[in-house]
């Protein structure tokens, strides 16, 4: 059985907000959060359950990703989205050093709008 990195005090929408995120190739993301936080997400496991979530396997269009309503989720052109808590409590944590790996790449950072 495979070891959650949920911290044991956190509920939902008790996650931060989400101040950037990165897209890093094979569907992994890199996510800061409003609590200088850093996280790495898969979104592997979710293009497999459903058709819906399939289109995330083409890497031009996951490299879409943006940020919406305040950072609470992140968000695709045609609909796709995930919430902050699913990023928060299915990712693992990373320094932050590691998430900028991406943006040195080339991956631009997507910030959340101001």
Known sequence: MAQSNRPAEMKHNDSPRIRSVVPAGDMVLFVEFENNEARRFDASPFAGRSAWFSELRDP????????????????????????????????EPVNPEEASVSEAAGQPRKNLPR
């Open 60 to 91: 031009d269009y996951f490299e879409r990703v943006r940020i919406v309503w305040k950072g609470s989720g992140i968000e695709w052109p045609n609909g796709q989205d995930l919430s902050r808590d699913t990023l928060y409590l299915e990712s």
